[in-house]
């Protein structure tokens, strides 16, 4: 796995054994696959949504099953990657780096919680260029082209982010936003409306109802799969 290496901003030609890099490795960045196969592997799950930049652990998680079956027979399921056709959606703020809910400038990211005028707010300050007209291109307009892929998760049409930019080309940049933030607010509302329905005080006591049922489901389906673990070791 080399995923440690985006995460800390390294080149791909960086070694393991480099002081400079030891200095800079955390626990976390090896612990945390090793934890996330455990939970995938102990609900049995066949098909597991990820982004892109999880792909790596997902096969992690497919070669300890691969291993232990080997090993055991045929006990745990090989869990296959689904991948959104919203692979990767980059960050506002600096288009050439993923978009990320921890990131601490707000600007960075939408969230489908935000509101019409945070929405708005985002999208006017997101990064573009100075060139005219709309055209995608992730490596000379990395900004744009980002708005436009943006743009195109919701097309209902499936049109391509070239399609979609052929068809505002003659908008201006300011225009164009326009047009980003209009689609967003209409594709985000239903969502962020129920969302603020379901927090509302008297819908408290299902939300807690929802998540107990949900803790015992998986209490139980992680109690099976270890008691054929635990039978098929020797435990």
Request: proline share 4%.
């Amino acid at each position: 796995m080399t995923q440690w290496k985006s995460k800390l901003s390294l080149p791909e030609e960086t070694s393991l054994f480099e002081h400079k890099t030891t200095a800079s490795l955390k626990l976390g960045l090896f612990s945390y696959p090793v934890l996330q196969a455990a939970d995938i592997l102990v609900h049995r799950a066949t098909h597991v949504p990820v982004g892109e930049d999880q792909k790596q652990h997902l096969e992690f998680t497919r070669e300890i099953a691969s291993g232990f079956n080997h090993i055991y027979g045929n006990v745990l399921p090989l869990p296959r990657t689904v991948l959104s056709p919203a692979k990767r959606v980059m960050s506002l703020r600096q288009p050439t780096a993923k978009m990320a809910k921890s990131h601490t400038d707000q600007r960075s990211k939408i969230l489908i919680t935000d509101s019409p005028s945070e929405i708005r707010t985002k999208i006017k300050a997101a990064m573009t260029d100075s060139l005219l007209g709309i055209s995608y291109d992730p490596e000379r307009r990395p900004g744009l082209s980002n708005l436009i892929e943006i743009m195109s998760h919701f097309d209902e049409g499936g049109r391509s982010c070239v399609d979609i930019a052929r068809e505002y080309e003659s908008l201006s940049l300011r225009d164009f936003k326009d047009k980003v933030i209009d689609c967003l607010i209409n594709n985000l509302s239903s969502i962020r409306n129920e969302y603020q329905r379901l927090l509302m005080a008297e819908n408290e006591y299902y939300l807690h109802e929802i998540a107990a049922k949900g803790a015992k489901q998986a209490s139980a389906n992680a109690d099976a799969t270890m008691a054929t673990i635990r039978e098929v070791v020797g435990l």
